[in-house]
Antibody
């Protein structure tokens, strides 16, 4: 059974960069054609997709965040990461890493989710 | 603001059936697969339905999904107290080049 676990600072100052890592266990991040990505949920609001990477191929970013987001994968540690720059209070949310399936052109669904980690943007 | 619209809430008594609609457009639901997620507070969202109407292993057949045109529907039969949660639809939007989620629906068991 695939398991994902987020890690990173729970508090980030405005204008700084939010950095999170997702550690994958129960499977190899470099095996198979799957999507790895990030989804967030601001307090009291709905789910918002951030980014998905089709391993060794394409990466898709939410257009509303694209200028500030970078996602990368490290197969040597079986981890992938998220960086979101120039954060504001609006970026305060529970951030979850996810595994998904789909085609080369887009993810179709997300079948494994991390527990999520709350990141608060505040000075 | 989400491009997929769901009713804010639905409710029914234990044992009854509820349906949750997800309304979109030709750029998302109309031409892409729909998935549904159950989110209980404090837990990770769970995939209930994928590819419009398929259930992952372990999801009971009380949960069903369908799609027609630019709308999708999640059905829950034999409602249980444990089904109280927020439910989200999701799909790829080809115009936005983004994965989009619905506005979410809170299911209450009366």
């Amino acid at each position: 059974q695939l398991q994902l676990q987020e890690s990173g600072p729970g508090l980030v100052k405005p204008s700084e960069t939010l950095s999170l890592t997702c550690t994958v266990s129960g499977g190899s991040i470099s095996v198979g054609s799957y999507y790895w990505g990030w989804i967030r949920q601001p307090p009291g609001k709905g789910l918002e997709w951030i980014a998905s990477m089709f391993y060794s191929a394409s990466t898709y970013y939410n257009p509303s965040l694209k200028s500030r987001v970078t996602m990368s994968v490290d197969p040597s540690t079986n981890q992938f990461s998220l960086k979101l720059s120039s954060v504001t209070a609006a970026d305060t949310a529970v951030y979850s890493c996810v595994h998904g399936d789909g085609s080369f052109y887009s993810p179709f669904y997300f079948d494994f989710w991390g527990q999520g980690t709350l990141v608060t943007v505040s000075s | 603001q989400s491009v997929l619209t769901q009713p804010p809430s639905v409710s029914a008594a234990p044992g009854q059936k509820v349906t949750i609609s997800c309304s979109g457009s030709s750029s998302n639901i109309g031409n892409n697969y729909v998935s549904w997620y159950q989110h209980l507070p404090g837990t990770a969202p769970k995939l209930l339905i994928y590819d419009n109407n398929k259930r992952p292993s372990g999801i009971p057949d009380r949960f069903s999904g369908s799609k027609s045109g630019t709308s999708a529907t999640l059905g829950i039969t034999g409602l249980q107290t444990g089904d109280e949660a927020d439910y989200y639809c999701g799909t790829w939007d080809s115009s936005l080049s983004a994965y989009v989620f619905g506005t979410g629906t809170k299911v209450t068991v009366l």
